[in-house]
Structures are given as structure tokens and as C-alpha cells.
């Protein structure tokens, strides 16, 4: 029995852990994750498989080269997940080395360069998505139509080996548009946006999934669906999801009314791209976001303000991870000036006068 | 009637279950009492009889020392066997002056103050009360221990409307204000009605968490005849029975940083107390024992005891069946704010409120990892900080800069170390950084005392060296007029003369 004092209490702690908290996390990504998998099959899978071990890898060496303890790291799930968050964000049949070099910049230098677990300034996937966006342009925005395992389009065991390995280049009918994308290059032609719209699939698809994209970002049905899990379980809270969605709403419907030739429909911002992904997995990292809930509220307005004008202003068709980036780079700032207000304190810290009673007792 | 929203705060596994269904039983009398001079908060109390004498049960041993403190009471009749160092029921395990007394087993009275029996208003002074609750060595039995007279008293620098009582016992595992509310309403009602005469206030709320339904009935049945006693029912989330805390859920006034809850009118007391003090008023006995929750999974049969002061931890666990299994820690008080036990063989006083003995599962140590920015401590903190944030700070060693986020705004309530998900120490750190602050503080003001004494010193040289010189220079002067008188005439230069030797 240890009665000797070793260090102050409490002497009762909650169940909670990290790894709780991230095996929580993958839990609510799996229905999204398991959607994307089958809708774009076997290059889908090897791509996933290829970036979650070269995370796990990665982090594992990382560890061992700092000294620090490998075994009870990796058993957090945070490396995993990160891998996880990259590939869901990836076109679903890009070739290996596209995830092999996207999970190793996102435990490299997103995460351990920084100092480690809970150290690094900006989300490791997103930054990782970032360099590979940069880097490779061409691969990294080669999207294809749906081919669910089993229909006929869907690629065999063998042929999707051939994609994943860069041997032979995808079949020319396979390849399709995200309907950002669309916009986007119709709208530089100098076609209408709303015109545009109306070749789009309509919102009930988009919402549920059917549709070119990202391997796990095309249902946004199954990620809010996830998202409102990891809401239910206080494992996120609603402050950073709600400013985002809100924001990004409001701007697109604004815009949209203002002049629909120019500005695209609130229900595609919401819909389509990485906007649900990033609202509930993303953006709510918690390392990298802010630590109050006024601050999270800012937070969130800010990656929401800036999805919406990098799409309609900027020249990518995408840009939840710019915005979550670049407001990533706010969270130091934020955090210094929207702290809670302090018990018996004013906002501005000074000691509260002794007045008398709010009510009369 | 609806309590006042409190920021932060977090869910326990309360575990009241092991001992609320168990009835305060009596303690058999041990055959050794050891009395701690200082089981309050303050100054030691001093003591007034020596090795041999034989004392009786309710006799004074130690009187209050001048300025804060409280006096101690023989909790049985019997002998003094000695007065030396003993283990505190403090974890640093430091040895303090104790009474010890071996029992003579005949629990013989001694001559007690007359009994106060008449109703209200009672035949005696508020300042008559008070002095009577200060000569019962009555201390805030909520675990602070602060001198309950002093509390009192504080009607005569603030101005006071509200009298508080805390019933909300949110440490989990704790027990004993639940059963003394339940099986003693009567008597604590009256306890606080004598406690609301003395302060002189027209208001009271009583508060109860509501996870003690039978506890708030039984108050509520009691307080029935007294309707200006408002019994609240409190959401049960813990720090409620934090004093600031409370004030803020019960009346909506918050006080402000720094300052005490008699700075907005509002005076707390805790449930024990009242019933010590209704003791005291209305049979003449001082405080000499207490009702002490004994549990945790690693305690064979749970109980709230009824234990004279000065009975040891080790009695009373073999009171309730031992140990089993071998317990993880022993602590003293409630999991949340309570201290590690540094030994077995150490005295129940008058601010212990359980003996806890938890096994490994329900301490639930982790060992740390990094902090993941996850929030957890931010959300529960109930002060409004940043922990994780002043944590960092503490650790880098800049102290300053934790102080100026709010680091002596910290209750030590402990919620952000059980929320954390890394198992990181964050009420250590800071109570760490506040003993250190303390310290450095005293250090300081001791160096401003050395600083105006050195100059005070100094300031007395050179005044002394001054009048010397100036008793030189009139006697150089006198004997000069001396010289003059004797040598010239005398009447007509006495005025410059003056204005020379001066």
C-alpha cells in the first residue's frame, strides 16, 4: 500500500484516455470510410492499407529516433488516425506512392518535426494534403465515377494492383469531375454557374455519397451521421462544427442570392468536397484548434469564411485544408485573447466590485 | 426555487452507495486518545495540563492561542500519559505536539458551561454565543477547519445578510453530513437557527445536492415550522460544495477574486457545524467527537462512525473489519480534496470527514502522456482558467507568468486533473506553484522587513550622531558664553549668543 504522499490529488480519475478518444474517432469515420471503399473498390482499399502502415511505420521510427517510449505511443491511435484522415482526403485510385509520401510528411514533418503528440501547430493530414496538392497537381486531382465492388465497372483484384502501382494509366471512361471542380473550370470558361448547377447531380445524391471525390469525403450523409456520434459522446463539442457549417451556409447563401451566375448553391458548399469531413474530423483535431469555446467559435467562422472564399474567389475548386491551415496558424493568437472569463474576475481580469445582491434574498 | 448556472464543474462516480444506507454507529472507546494541538486552521493551541494529571471527558486540555486559533478538549476521561511530537494527519508525515491520554473506560464528565434551553429568541447575546462557540473548540467541520467563532464574529467588519448552510457534500464517497441530515434534522435545523441568531441575519438557505433525496426530506420536513429557511435542492456536479461556488448557485452573487463570501454579505457554514454548535448551546459539550465516513472497496464494512476525536485511523479500521483488499491509497477526507494518509497510526480530528481506503481500479492512476490540447480541463475548470495553459508555465518554471492567467484564482478543486485524458497532475502543479508563490512572497516581505530595519537602523545612527554633535556643539558653546561672561560685560550680547549655539 502506497501511503507515503506521492503527489497531490485526485485519487479518482476518469475513464477517459487518448487512445478512447481516437479508437471513438475512427469508429465514427468507419460508415463514411466503409462507403468510400466500396464505392471505389480494390485501389480504393490498397491506397488506405498502403497509407494507414506507412503512418503507423513512420511513427514507429520517429519514436524510437526520439526516444521516446514506441510501444505506448502507438498504441494511442493517433498515428493511425492521422494516416486514416490523409487517405480519406485522397483522389481514391492514386498510386502508392501518393499515400506512402502523404503519411510520411504527415508523421514526419506535420507531426514529430514539431515536437510530437500535441505539439505540432498544424493538422498533420491536412498539411500533408497540402504538399501533395502542391506537389502534385496532376495526381493528386485525377478523380473517377463511381465503381462500387462488384458492379461492372469496378476494376479487378489484379487490374486495381496495376493502378496502385502507376503501371498503367486509368481507362479514359473511368475518369470523371467532383463537382467543385466542375464549377470551377466551366465557370473560367465563362459559363454560368447556375447553368452549371443544373448538370450537377442533385443535393439528395451529394448527400448521400454517389458521386467523384475524395475516398471518404463523398457521403455527407454517413460523416454527419459520424459526426453527430462523436457530438453525442462529448467527445467534440458542437462550437467549431456549427461556426464552420454556419458560416460557410450563411456566405454561400448570401452569394447565391446576391448573383447566381457567379456564386455556387449553399446546398453544394455543404454537401460536396471535404466541407463535412473537415467540420466534425478535421477541424475539431484537438491539438490544433483553439482551447475555449469563444475561441472555437472564431476558429470555425474563420475556416468556414475562408472554404467559401477560396471556392468561389480563389483558383483552387477546393480549399477546407487552406482554411483549416491558415486558421491552424491563428490558434496560438486566439488562444491568448479568448480565454473564459475568470471566476470573480471581469473580462478584462480586474477583480469584481462588491455589489450587492443581483436578487433580493 | 431554481439554483444559479455555475461554469464547469465535472461528473464523478460518487460510490455513496457503500455507506449512505448505514446509520451513524458509536466508536467503543479506544483505549489511547492522541489530541493534536493544531487541528485547526491557525495558531497550536496551548496546553493546560501536564504528564500525570487525570482528566475528564469535555475537560479543556490546550486553550486557544492569542489571534487565531482554537481550543482542544479531553474527547474521554483518563490519563495524561504525554505531550510530545506525533505523526500529523497531514501527508508530509511531519510530527506536530500532541496530548496523548490513556482512557480510564468510565467516560466521567466534567463540569460543563449550563445548558441554553429556552427557545427563541434565546436568553443569551449573539457576543454571548459567540464566545461559547469559540470556548467549544468548534472548527468548520466541512475539512477547512477554520475557527467557526472567528466565522461569526465576521458580522462585525462586513456587512451581512445571508447565512449559507452546505449540505452539499460533493466529494464522492462521503457520507457523514448525508446521515447527520437524515438522522439529526431536528437537530441541525436548530443548529442553524441558533447559527443565523448569532450572526444576525434575517436569511437562510440551506443547500443539498440532489443526490440525497432522503437528506433533503428529512431538512425540508424539519424545516417546515421555520419557513424563512429555504431549503434548496442543487444539481449534483462537483465542486457545488466549493464556498464560492455555492454562493454563486444559491443567491447569483459572485464573489469577487480575492475578496471572502462576507464581502457580498453571505456567511457559509457546513452542516456538522451546525450541529456542533447546537450541541454546544444546548448541552454544554464541546467538540469532542465527529461523524466520519469510513469506505472505499478496499474497506471490508463501510460506516459512518460517530468517533471521538483523537481515536487512530488504525482503530478505526479495525472497527470496520480491516482491510481487504490491500488498498491502493488511504486517504483522509474525500477522493477529490483529500490528502494521502501518511500512516495508519495517525489521530481522526476534528476536520476529518472520511477515511478512505481506495483500491487500485478507483484511483485509476495512468501513467502520463502529452497534453493534447483536448479542452477537458478548460470546460471544467470552475474558476474559468486554463490549466493546461498555467501548467506549462509552472513547468517551465515561470511562475509569474502562471500568476498573471489567474493561477491564485485556482480553488484546488482538483477537476482538471480527473478530466484529463493524458492522467496529467495539473492541481499538483499548481499547488505546487502556490506553495512556491507563498514562499517566494514571504521571502520577499521578509526582505522588506530586513530593508526597513537595516534603514530604520541607519536612520537612528545618523539621528544620533546629529544630537551629539549638537550636544558638542552646545557645550562648546557654553563654555564659550562662560569664557565671554567671565572675560567682558555681560548684558549686552546674550541674543547672538543664543543664535551661535543653536
Given at each position: 500500500m502506497i501511503t507515503m504522499a506521492t503527489r497531490a490529488g485526485p485519487f479518482t480519475h476518469t475513464v477517459n484516455s487518448i487512445s478512447r478518444t481516437m479508437l471513438w474517432v475512427m469508429a465514427a469515420l468507419l460508415p463514411a470510410t466503409a462507403y468510400g471503399l466500396w464505392l471505389f473498390g480494390w485501389p480504393a482499399i490498397f491506397l488506405l492499407v498502403i497509407t494507414l502502415a506507412t503512418a503507423l511505420v513512420a511513427e514507429a521510427l520517429m519514436l524510437k529516433l526520439l526516444g521516446q517510449p514506441v510501444r505506448a505511443r502507438l498504441a494511442d491511435g493517433s498515428a493511425l488516425l492521422t494516416g486514416w484522415l490523409l487517405a480519406l482526403s485522397l483522389p481514391p485510385w492514386a498510386p502508392w506512392w501518393i499515400g506512402f509520401l502523404g503519411a510520411l510528411v504527415?508523421?514526419?514533418?506535420?507531426?514529430?518535426?514539431?515536437?510530437?503528440?500535441?505539439?505540432?501547430?498544424?493538422?498533420?493530414?491536412?498539411?500533408?494534403?497540402?504538399?501533395?496538392?502542391?506537389?502534385?497537381?496532376?495526381?493528386?486531382?485525377?478523380?473517377?465515377?463511381?465503381?462500387?465492388?462488384?458492379?461492372?465497372?469496378?476494376?479487378?483484384?489484379?487490374?486495381?494492383?496495376?493502378?496502385?502501382?502507376?503501371?498503367?494509366?486509368?481507362?479514359?471512361?473511368?475518369?470523371?469531375?467532383?463537382?467543385?471542380?466542375?464549377?470551377?473550370?466551366?465557370?473560367?470558361?465563362?459559363?454560368?454557374?447556375?447553368?452549371?448547377?443544373?448538370?450537377?447531380?442533385?443535393?439528395?445524391?451529394?448527400?448521400?455519397?454517389?458521386?467523384?471525390?475524395?475516398?471518404?469525403?463523398?457521403?455527407?450523409?454517413?460523416?454527419?451521421?459520424?459526426?453527430?456520434?462523436?457530438?453525442?459522446l462529448r467527445i467534440i463539442s458542437w462550437h467549431i462544427p456549427l461556426a464552420m457549417l454556419g458560416t460557410l451556409a450563411t456566405l454561400a447563401l448570401v452569394s447565391n442570392a446576391l448573383d447566381p451566375s457567379r456564386f455556387a448553391a449553399m446546398p453544394i458548399h455543404l454537401l460536396s468536397g471535404a466541407t463535412l469531413l473537415g467540420a466534425f474530423f478535421i477541424a475539431t483535431d484537438y491539438v490544433t484548434s483553439p482551447v475555449s469555446r469563444s475561441g472555437q467559435l472564431l476558429f470555425g467562422a474563420g475556416i468556414g469564411a475562408l472554404t467559401w472564399v477560396i471556392r468561389s474567389l480563389g483558383a483552387y475548386p477546393e480549399g477546407v485544408a487552406f482554411a483549416v491551415v491558415l486558421m491552424n496558424a491563428m490558434v496560438p493568437l486566439i488562444d491568448r485573447g479568448f480565454r473564459p472569463r475568470v471566476f470573480g474576475r471581469s473580462r478584462r481580469g480586474q477583480s469584481l466590485d462588491t455589489q450587492k445582491p443581483k436578487i433580493p434574498l | 426555487?431554481?439554483?444559479?448556472?455555475?461554469?464547469?464543474?465535472?461528473?464523478?462516480?460518487?460510490?455513496?452507495?457503500?455507506?449512505?444506507?448505514?446509520?451513524?454507529?458509536?466508536?467503543?472507546?479506544?483505549?489511547?486518545?492522541?489530541?493534536?494541538?493544531?487541528?485547526?486552521?491557525?495558531?497550536?493551541?496551548?496546553?493546560?495540563?501536564?504528564?500525570?494529571?487525570?482528566?475528564?471527558?469535555?475537560?479543556?486540555?490546550?486553550?486557544?492561542?492569542?489571534?487565531?486559533?482554537?481550543?482542544?478538549?479531553?474527547?474521554?476521561s483518563g490519563t495524561v500519559v504525554a505531550i510530545e511530537e506525533y505523526v500529523a494527519p497531514h501527508p508530509s508525515g511531519l510530527r506536530q505536539k500532541?496530548?496523548?491520554?490513556?482512557?480510564?473506560?468510565?467516560?466521567?464528565?466534567?463540569?460543563?458551561?449550563?445548558?441554553?434551553?429556552?427557545?427563541?429568541?434565546?436568553?443569551?447575546?449573539?457576543?454571548?454565543?459567540?464566545?461559547?462557540?469559540?470556548?467549544?473548540?468548534?472548527?468548520?467541520?466541512?475539512?477547512?477547519?477554520?475557527?467557526?467563532?472567528?466565522?461569526?464574529?465576521?458580522?462585525?467588519?462586513?456587512?451581512?445578510?445571508?447565512?449559507?448552510?452546505?449540505?452539499?457534500?460533493?466529494?464522492?464517497?462521503?457520507?457523514?453530513?448525508?446521515?447527520?441530515?437524515?438522522?439529526?434534522?431536528?437537530?441541525?435545523?436548530?443548529?442553524?437557527?441558533?447559527l443565523a441568531y448569532a450572526l444576525e441575519v434575517q436569511s437562510v438557505v440551506f443547500a443539498i445536492e440532489r443526490n440525497k433525496p432522503q437528506a433533503l426530506a428529512a431538512i425540508r420536513e424539519a424545516a417546515r415550522v421555520e419557513p424563512w429557511i429555504k431549503v434548496m435542492a442543487l444539481p449534483t456536479r462537483f465542486p457545488m460544495g466549493s464556498e464560492r461556488h455555492l454562493v454563486l448557485a444559491c443567491t447569483g452573487r459572485e464573489t469577487p477574486s480575492r475578496k471572502l463570501t462576507a464581502d457580498i454579505g453571505v456567511v457559509v457554514h457546513n452542516v456538522a457545524t451546525a450541529r456542533a454548535v447546537a450541541r454546544t448551546v444546548r448541552s454544554g459539550e464541546p467538540l469532542i467527537s465527529r461523524v466520519v465516513t469510513v469506505s472505499g472497496r478496499g474497506i471490508r464494512e463501510p460506516a459512518n462512525i460517530n468517533v471521538p476525536l483523537g481515536t487512530l485511523v488504525e482503530d478505526l479500521l479495525v472497527f470496520c473489519g480491516g482491510l481487504h483488499p490491500v488498498p491502493h491509497k488511504l486517504i483522509g477526507g474525500g477522493p477529490m480534496m483529500g490528502a494521502p494518509l501518511p500512516s495508519v497510526q495517525v489521530p481522526v480530528v476534528k476536520g476529518t470527514s472520511g477515511v478512505l481506503a481506495l483500491t487500485a481500479d478507483e484511483v485509476n492512476d495512468g501513467a502520463e502522456s502529452p497534453c493534447i490540447r483536448c479542452g477537458s480541463c478548460v470546460s471544467a475548470c470552475p474558476c474559468g482558467l486554463v490549466p493546461l495553459e498555467m501548467a506549462q508555465l509552472v513547468r517551465r518554471g515561470d511562475l509569474q507568468g502562471a500568476q498573471a492567467i489567474g493561477l491564485q484564482d485556482c480553488v484546488s478543486c482538483g477537476s482538471c486533473s480527473f478530466i484529463c485524458p493524458s492522467h496529467i497532475p495539473l492541481s499538483h502543479y499548481f499547488n505546487f506553484a502556490k506553495g512556491q508563490l507563498g514562499a517566494l512572497d514571504r521571502d520577499s516581505r521578509r526582505q522588506d522587513r530586513i530593508r526597513s530595519l537595516i534603514q530604520a537602523r541607519n536612520e537612528r545612527a545618523a539621528r544620533e550622531a546629529e544630537a551629539k554633535k549638537a550636544a558638542a556643539a552646545a557645550r562648546k558653546a557654553a563654555k564659550a558664553a562662560a569664557a565671554a561672561a567671565s572675560a567682558a560685560a555681560p548684558v549686552d550680547t546674550p541674543a547672538s549668543q543664543l543664535e551661535e549655539s543653536t
Amino acid at each position: 500500500m502506497i501511503t507515503m504522499a506521492t503527489r497531490a490529488g485526485p485519487f479518482t480519475h476518469t475513464v477517459n484516455s487518448i487512445s478512447r478518444t481516437m479508437l471513438w474517432v475512427m469508429a465514427a469515420l468507419l460508415p463514411a470510410t466503409a462507403y468510400g471503399l466500396w464505392l471505389f473498390g480494390w485501389p480504393a482499399i490498397f491506397l488506405l492499407v498502403i497509407t494507414l502502415a506507412t503512418a503507423l511505420v513512420a511513427e514507429a521510427l520517429m519514436l524510437k529516433l526520439l526516444g521516446q517510449p514506441v510501444r505506448a505511443r502507438l498504441a494511442d491511435g493517433s498515428a493511425l488516425l492521422t494516416g486514416w484522415l490523409l487517405a480519406l482526403s485522397l483522389p481514391p485510385w492514386a498510386p502508392w506512392w501518393i499515400g506512402f509520401l502523404g503519411a510520411l510528411v504527415a508523421i514526419v514533418l506535420g507531426k514529430h518535426l514539431f515536437g510530437g503528440l500535441g505539439q505540432n501547430m498544424f493538422n498533420p493530414a491536412m498539411v500533408a494534403r497540402i504538399v501533395l496538392l502542391i506537389s502534385f497537381p496532376v495526381q493528386l486531382t485525377v478523380w473517377v465515377a463511381p465503381a462500387p465492388l462488384g458492379s461492372a465497372s469496378a476494376p479487378s483484384f489484379s487490374q486495381a494492383l496495376t493502378y496502385v502501382a502507376g503501371q498503367s494509366t486509368l481507362p479514359e471512361h473511368m475518369s470523371a469531375a467532383t463537382s467543385l471542380g466542375v464549377l470551377k473550370t466551366e465557370h473560367s470558361r465563362g459559363i454560368s454557374v447556375a447553368t452549371t448547377t443544373e448538370q450537377l447531380p442533385p443535393a439528395a445524391q451529394l448527400a448521400m455519397g454517389r458521386e467523384p471525390g475524395s475516398m471518404g469525403e463523398t457521403s455527407a450523409g454517413l460523416l454527419l451521421a459520424g459526426g453527430l456520434l462523436l457530438l453525442t459522446l462529448r467527445i467534440i463539442s458542437w462550437h467549431i462544427p456549427l461556426a464552420m457549417l454556419g458560416t460557410l451556409a450563411t456566405l454561400a447563401l448570401v452569394s447565391n442570392a446576391l448573383d447566381p451566375s457567379r456564386f455556387a448553391a449553399m446546398p453544394i458548399h455543404l454537401l460536396s468536397g471535404a466541407t463535412l469531413l473537415g467540420a466534425f474530423f478535421i477541424a475539431t483535431d484537438y491539438v490544433t484548434s483553439p482551447v475555449s469555446r469563444s475561441g472555437q467559435l472564431l476558429f470555425g467562422a474563420g475556416i468556414g469564411a475562408l472554404t467559401w472564399v477560396i471556392r468561389s474567389l480563389g483558383a483552387y475548386p477546393e480549399g477546407v485544408a487552406f482554411a483549416v491551415v491558415l486558421m491552424n496558424a491563428m490558434v496560438p493568437l486566439i488562444d491568448r485573447g479568448f480565454r473564459p472569463r475568470v471566476f470573480g474576475r471581469s473580462r478584462r481580469g480586474q477583480s469584481l466590485d462588491t455589489q450587492k445582491p443581483k436578487i433580493p434574498l | 426555487m431554481w439554483s444559479f448556472r455555475v461554469r464547469g464543474g465535472v461528473k464523478l462516480q460518487y460510490h455513496k452507495e457503500l455507506s449512505s444506507e448505514k446509520a451513524v454507529v458509536p466508536m467503543p472507546l479506544p483505549r489511547r486518545l492522541y489530541l493534536p494541538l493544531q487541528q485547526h486552521i491557525g495558531a497550536p493551541a496551548l496546553p493546560v495540563v501536564v504528564v500525570g494529571d487525570t482528566v475528564l471527558k469535555g475537560q479543556l486540555i490546550a486553550k486557544a492561542a492569542p489571534g487565531l486559533s482554537a481550543p482542544v478538549h479531553a474527547s474521554s476521561s483518563g490519563t495524561v500519559v504525554a505531550i510530545e511530537e506525533y505523526v500529523a494527519p497531514h501527508p508530509s508525515g511531519l510530527r506536530q505536539k500532541t496530548i496523548i491520554i490513556a482512557t480510564d473506560g468510565q467516560d466521567r464528565w466534567a463540569a460543563l458551561p449550563h445548558p441554553i434551553t429556552d427557545d427563541f429568541p434565546l436568553g443569551v447575546t449573539p457576543a454571548e454565543l459567540n464566545s461559547r462557540v469559540a470556548a467549544a473548540g468548534i472548527v468548520g467541520m466541512g475539512g477547512a477547519a477554520f475557527p467557526s467563532a472567528v466565522k461569526l464574529d465576521l458580522k462585525s467588519r462586513y456587512q451581512l445578510d445571508t447565512l449559507l448552510i452546505n449540505g452539499a457534500e460533493c466529494e464522492p464517497y462521503l457520507t457523514c453530513d448525508d446521515r447527520l441530515m437524515r438522522e439529526e434534522a431536528a437537530a441541525v435545523i436548530d443548529g442553524v437557527r441558533i447559527l443565523a441568531y448569532a450572526l444576525e441575519v434575517q436569511s437562510v438557505v440551506f443547500a443539498i445536492e440532489r443526490n440525497k433525496p432522503q437528506a433533503l426530506a428529512a431538512i425540508r420536513e424539519a424545516a417546515r415550522v421555520e419557513p424563512w429557511i429555504k431549503v434548496m435542492a442543487l444539481p449534483t456536479r462537483f465542486p457545488m460544495g466549493s464556498e464560492r461556488h455555492l454562493v454563486l448557485a444559491c443567491t447569483g452573487r459572485e464573489t469577487p477574486s480575492r475578496k471572502l463570501t462576507a464581502d457580498i454579505g453571505v456567511v457559509v457554514h457546513n452542516v456538522a457545524t451546525a450541529r456542533a454548535v447546537a450541541r454546544t448551546v444546548r448541552s454544554g459539550e464541546p467538540l469532542i467527537s465527529r461523524v466520519v465516513t469510513v469506505s472505499g472497496r478496499g474497506i471490508r464494512e463501510p460506516a459512518n462512525i460517530n468517533v471521538p476525536l483523537g481515536t487512530l485511523v488504525e482503530d478505526l479500521l479495525v472497527f470496520c473489519g480491516g482491510l481487504h483488499p490491500v488498498p491502493h491509497k488511504l486517504i483522509g477526507g474525500g477522493p477529490m480534496m483529500g490528502a494521502p494518509l501518511p500512516s495508519v497510526q495517525v489521530p481522526v480530528v476534528k476536520g476529518t470527514s472520511g477515511v478512505l481506503a481506495l483500491t487500485a481500479d478507483e484511483v485509476n492512476d495512468g501513467a502520463e502522456s502529452p497534453c493534447i490540447r483536448c479542452g477537458s480541463c478548460v470546460s471544467a475548470c470552475p474558476c474559468g482558467l486554463v490549466p493546461l495553459e498555467m501548467a506549462q508555465l509552472v513547468r517551465r518554471g515561470d511562475l509569474q507568468g502562471a500568476q498573471a492567467i489567474g493561477l491564485q484564482d485556482c480553488v484546488s478543486c482538483g477537476s482538471c486533473s480527473f478530466i484529463c485524458p493524458s492522467h496529467i497532475p495539473l492541481s499538483h502543479y499548481f499547488n505546487f506553484a502556490k506553495g512556491q508563490l507563498g514562499a517566494l512572497d514571504r521571502d520577499s516581505r521578509r526582505q522588506d522587513r530586513i530593508r526597513s530595519l537595516i534603514q530604520a537602523r541607519n536612520e537612528r545612527a545618523a539621528r544620533e550622531a546629529e544630537a551629539k554633535k549638537a550636544a558638542a556643539a552646545a557645550r562648546k558653546a557654553a563654555k564659550a558664553a562662560a569664557a565671554a561672561a567671565s572675560a567682558a560685560a555681560p548684558v549686552d550680547t546674550p541674543a547672538s549668543q543664543l543664535e551661535e549655539s543653536t
